[in-house]
Every structure is written in structure tokens, then in C-alpha cells.
């Protein structure tokens, strides 16, 4: 697959306005937090728009856009990531966790949801049920990657297969064991024994 980033186009700067709140509690009895944001924007610009191929070399063509207003809404959402990392992506716990947290977005009809964890993308399946089908899921692990295979390839860094097979290393502040379960729970157990190594930081103890 061969890219190219066109030049942008000459049009207006992106402006945008944005409110952030947070919250936390800590006693006794109760102990938690939330965080939400909202930003609303014109003339959003959005990044590497793909406008095509190019009719003479076949080249997919991306461009930075213009694309009028947008609204970006975003929550934490913690419990998602114990339930995770439990193994837990079916409980009905969990969906009543789940629905707490996307009905402010459902009811501001977004089109669009993020995947900005790590964890989320396991809970892709939950999060559609919720949110039904018209409601397009990115994931940002996805997105990034793309971007970094083609920032590879763009400025010729991608490993060439002359240079033998990858040497893989994991380190760990946590524990090793701990790690190695998790990873088998993200990337499936076929992923076998990383070897991992833990390490402490300078100046953690």
C-alpha cells in the first residue's frame, strides 16, 4: 500500500470551546470519581480525510479537511476497567454500568463513539448493544496503529524482511505473573509465555 498526505487546502481556523469538571470522594463509606467533558467546534478540521486514489499511480490520497461543526462529549468511565481486567465483559453489572454512562450520550444522539482506552475495545460488543447499530465505534489502538504504519512506510523506516526475525522484551513495574495473565486475556492465550522481567524505577523503591 503506498500514501500520500496532500497539501491542505487554503480555508478557515479551527475554533473550538471546551468545559472540563471533575470529581471526587473519599470516606468511609463511599470512595469514587467521575470526569466529563464537552467541546463544541467550527470549522472543524478533520485529519488525513481519504479523498481517493490517484488515477495515473494508484496512490491513496489523504487530505486535512474543513468539515463545519462538530460536538465532542466524553466521560471516564473507571468501572470499565476492573470489570476488564476481572475477565468480566457480560455482567449484567456491568450493563447497568455501561448504560449509566453512555445515556448522557444517547441522548444527545451522538453518531460517532470512541474507544479512548485500552481496555474499552473488549467491551466493543457490550457498548454496540447499548448504543445500537447506527452508532459507528473507533477504536483509538486501531487508529493509532494506522497512523504509525503509515508514518513507517512515508518516511521508509518499515522493517524490511532482511533484517530477521523481532526481538520482543516486557518489562514490568508490576508483577510479572499479573502481566502475563492480562496479556493473555487482550491478545488471547496463543500469545504464550512473554518472559517478562520486572524492573523497578529509579527513585519508586
Known amino acids: 500500500m503506498v500514501m500520500l498526505l496532500m497539501p ?120 454496540q448493544l447499548e448504543l445500537g447499530p447506527d452508532v459507528v465505534l473507533v477504536s483509538s489502538a486501531e487508529e493509532t496503529a494506522k497512523d504509525v504504519y503509515a508514518t513507517l512506510l512515508r518516511e521508509g523506516l518499515a522493517r524490511g524482511d532482511h533484517a530477521g526475525h523481532p526481538a520482543h522484551e516486557f518489562l514490568s513495574t508490576g508483577d510479572p505473573a499479573r502481566f502475563q495473565a492480562l496479556a493473555e486475556r487482550f491478545l488471547g492465550p496463543e500469545i504464550g509465555d512473554l518472559h517478562v522481567r520486572r524492573v523497578e524505577l529509579e527513585g519508586t523503591g
Do not use: M, W
Not at 467533558?37 to 474543513?66: A, H, M
Not at 470489570?83 to 453512555?102: I, P, Q, W
Open 8 to 127: 491542505t487546502p487554503v480555508g478557515r481556523p479551527e475554533k473550538s470551546d471546551s468545559i472540563e469538571f471533575g470529581l471526587r470522594l473519599s470516606g468511609a463509606a463511599i470512595t469514587g470519581s467521575a470526569s466529563a467533558y464537552y467541546s463544541r467546534y467550527r470549522d472543524f478540521i478533520e485529519s488525513k480525510v481519504n479523498i481517493g486514489q490517484d488515477p495515473q499511480t494508484g496512490t491513496t490520497l489523504f487530505q486535512s479537511q474543513n468539515i463545519g461543526k462538530a460536538e465532542i462529549h466524553g466521560a471516564a468511565c473507571p468501572v470499565f476497567v476492573d470489570h476488564v481486567e476481572r475477565g468480566d465483559t457480560t455482567s449484567e453489572e456491568l450493563r447497568l454500568a455501561a448504560r449509566g454512562y453512555l445515556a448522557p450520550l444517547k441522548e444527545r444522539a451522538i453518531d460517532t463513539l470512541i474507544l479512548g482506552c485500552t481496555h474499552y475495545p473488549l467491551l466493543s460488543g457490550l457498548l
